[in-house]
């Protein structure tokens, strides 16, 4: 059984510590970012904006912010 990552509080999060969550997540149990703001109940806009602002960018080919 997967125990999923709790992600909660994923806007409060330093960013830079939040992209190595997500991208573990990604790697791990989700197939797209898509999937992974619906498993995660997380506003896609929301961790977009807040990653970009540090420079970290969805690349949908590797499933992973960069």
Do not use: W
């Not at 999923?4 to 806007?11: G, P, R, V």
């Not at 573990?24 to 619906?38: A, M, Q």
């Not at 960018?57 to 992973?64: A, S």
Request: overall charge negative; hydrophobic content about 40%; charged content about 25%.
């Amino acid at each position: 059984m997967h125990c999923a990552m709790d992600l909660s509080k994923a806007l409060q999060m330093d960013p830079h510590l939040l992209i190595g969550l997500l991208n573990t997540e990604l790697r791990n149990h989700c197939d797209s970012l898509d999937d992974l703001v619906k498993t995660h109940h997380l506003d896609a806009t929301a961790i977009l904006e807040k990653l970009a602002a540090a420079d970290y960018h969805y690349r949908p080919e590797l499933n992973q912010f960069r």
